[in-house]
């Protein structure tokens, strides 16, 4: 599933197509994705120019000129798709087409339909059910280890659950956590309250730093995400741990031909990838 560096770069491709233009035409090609439509989808949004396209954890969320907010959640599969001057129909899995006064089609295309598309105006989107229990935001200046030691105090839930909790902090999933703790030194089984205010000074700047990277990267490319422009994010080829079981990881001295190198366990039912050599 898409994570914040992945929508934070889906985001950015759509606001360079989006933002100052209206859309003259909005159509959809089913009812529902995950969850139905809402029944006016398309008329709210014809004729509205959209003034920012920004993300609040792993969600879209495009601002109009009208105070109204269009939501967007890209579930397992979904792909925000940018054409120019689009001539050929759509595909079987194209579920919203969006067309701009430029002549831009952004189209959602979602095979496995487990993305989402929500309308709300500005004054309900922080009470909105997707948006109100989410957590700080991790590259936010205010995401500071006191913040998060606050959070992590008394868990006795392992660190990695804890930091998946999106009402710890939001946007953070499987692979970054990942990374993260390897950066910070810390294992992933850790109890999250057992974190010394020295332990979580290390984390938070290796969170920042691992999504600041991958951003920079266009995100992961593992199965399904792909920019809007149609290119491949490439900071799979920077893992360090994640998908690595087996191998020895970067600038440690774990033997992955005697002593198993990176390790890999399921936590919460996903998978956890850590250097016990390295991490403690």
């Given at each position: 599933?898409p994570?914040?560096?992945?929508v934070?770069?889906?985001?950015r491709?759509?606001?360079?197509?989006?933002?100052g233009r209206?859309?003259?035409?909005?159509?959809?090609?089913?009812?529902d994705l995950?969850k139905?439509?809402?029944?006016?989808?398309?008329p709210?949004?014809t004729?509205?120019?959209?003034?920012?396209?920004?993300?609040?954890?792993k969600?879209?969320q495009?601002?109009l000129?009208d105070?109204?907010v269009m939501l967007?959640h890209?579930?397992?599969s979904g792909?925000m798709v940018?054409s120019?001057?689009r001539?050929e129909?759509?595909g079987k899995?194209?579920?919203v087409?969006?067309?701009?006064?430029?002549?831009v089609?952004?189209?959602?295309?979602?095979?496995?339909r487990?993305?989402?598309?929500?309308l709300c105006?500005?004054?309900?989107?922080a009470t909105?059910?997707?948006?109100?229990a989410?957590?700080?935001?991790?590259?936010?200046?205010g995401?500071?280890p006191?913040?998060l030691?606050?959070?992590?105090?008394s868990?006795?839930?392992?660190?990695?659950v804890?930091l998946?909790?999106?009402?710890?902090?939001a946007g953070?999933?499987n692979i970054?956590v990942?990374?993260?703790?390897?950066?910070?030194g810390?294992l992933p089984t850790?109890?999250?309250?057992?974190l010394?205010k020295a332990?979580?000074?290390?984390l938070v700047?290796?969170?920042?730093a691992?999504?600041?990277e991958?951003?920079?990267?266009?995100?992961s490319?593992l199965k399904?995400?792909v920019?809007?422009?149609?290119?491949?994010g490439y900071?799979q080829?920077?893992?360090?741990?994640?998908d690595?079981?087996g191998?020895?990881?970067p600038?440690?001295?774990?033997?992955a031909?005697r002593?198993?190198?990176?390790t890999r366990i399921v936590?919460?039912g996903?998978s956890?990838?850590?250097c016990?050599?390295?991490?403690?």
């Open positions: 599933m994570e914040l560096p992945e934070e770069t889906v985001a491709g759509l606001a360079a197509v989006w933002e209206s859309l003259i035409r909005v159509e959809c090609r089913r009812p995950r139905p439509l809402p029944p006016d989808f398309a709210r949004l004729g509205r120019r959209i003034d920012r396209v920004g993300r609040r954890a969600y879209l495009v601002f000129d105070g109204l967007g890209l579930g397992m792909r940018i120019q001057g001539n129909p759509p899995h194209d579920h087409l969006f067309v701009t006064d430029q002549g089609t952004v189209t959602f295309c979602d095979p496995r487990f993305g989402l598309l929500d105006t500005i004054d309900q989107l909105h059910p997707l948006m109100a989410l957590g700080p935001e991790p590259l936010d200046q995401f500071t006191a913040v030691g606050a959070a992590l105090n868990k006795a839930t392992p660190i990695k804890a998946l909790d999106q009402s710890v902090v953070l999933g970054y990942s990374e993260s703790c390897f950066r910070a810390i850790r109890a999250a309250g057992s010394k332990e979580i000074a290390r700047p290796a969170i920042k691992v999504l600041t991958a951003i920079a990267a266009g995100g490319s399904d995400h920019r809007p422009d149609g290119e491949l900071f080829h920077s893992f360090a741990v994640y690595r079981a191998e020895a990881c600038g440690c001295t774990c033997d031909g002593t198993g190198g990176i936590q919460a996903r956890t990838f850590f016990a050599n390295k991490q403690s």
